[in-house]
């Protein structure tokens, strides 16, 4: 595992991780991207975030800032893999953002679910939208996260929502699903081969099946509770760490859970492995290629 040391005295408020690069923004809003070809980081001039979202190939980067602009990264290539600066969508009032592969989808302030097509460093802001009208449930959604075809969100009062019935012909699927017994989760995410992640208000990162991502109507929710912060700095696959844990496995509400040296505020992943921000506002990075 590693700790990778932010380059800002500020704490930390949002994550993002292609299978190279690692995303970081601090409180000021200042955008710095870690690389795992020079293992350093570099700022990002120009764009603001309050929220970051990539796509795994790190093609796609975008940022959305405390006002609902969203930037996205532009002029990424092989020779700048990091891409030349920012382009503005001119939609405003965005709340929260995901990306799956060549897919963004947002969530307005207003309540409306937005999806758009064919992302990519030649179309940083890919094709035009497609939307649903707003309704209270949407408008209650604060985070996103898109992975394998799938989408989660979590709402203001800390609910796990999953969307059904996306398809070729309905592309924004036809409802949200309330996870039942699934009460404080402050943060999610979809690893590239299909399992999830989310941390609960005690700073307990939990990890899901993958057919508990894909089909949850079929197989259930059903949650591995791992003290990621402090199983994060052991030298032991991620797989293993699993295991270690399945014998003090709780479900993600108990407060019967490990004491937490390094409690977990956000997590992210990709094919790069875990990476988390702690409640100190560190970032460590477990390598997971035993699990993409």
Partial sequence: ASRLTPPTRRDLQCLAMSKRHIWIADTGEYIY?????????????G??????????????????????????RAGVCPSA???????KLKQLRMKCVAIDDCTAWLVTKEGQLLRRNQLGSSKPLGEPWQEEAANPLTKSIIELAAGRGC????????????RIGINGDTPLGTDWLEIENAEGVTSICVSPTGYGWCVNKM?????????CVKDPLSHGVQFWQVSLGQQLMKETS?????????????????????????????VTCSALGVSVITSSSSVLLHSASDMT
């Fill in 151 to 162: 989408l989660w969100a979590v709402t203001g009062r800390h609910a796990l929502l999953v």
């Fill in 33 to 45: 991207c870690w690389s795992a070809d020079t293992l350093a980081w570099v700022y990002l001039k």
């Fill in 238 to 266: 991620l797989l293993s760490t699993l295991k270690d844990a399945s014998s003090r496995v709780t479900s993600l509400w108990s407060s019967k859970h490990a004491e937490l040296d390094h409690p977990v505020r956000l």
């Fill in 47 to 72: 764009g603001y975030a309050v929220s970051l979202v990539a796509s795994q190939t790190g093609d796609t980067l975008w940022a959305l800032s405390r006002q609902g602009i969203v930037f996205s």
């Fill in 81 to 87: 893999p990091l891409g030349k600066g920012w382009v």
């Fill in 203 to 211: 700073g307990a990162a939990c990890f899901l099946p993958k057919a």
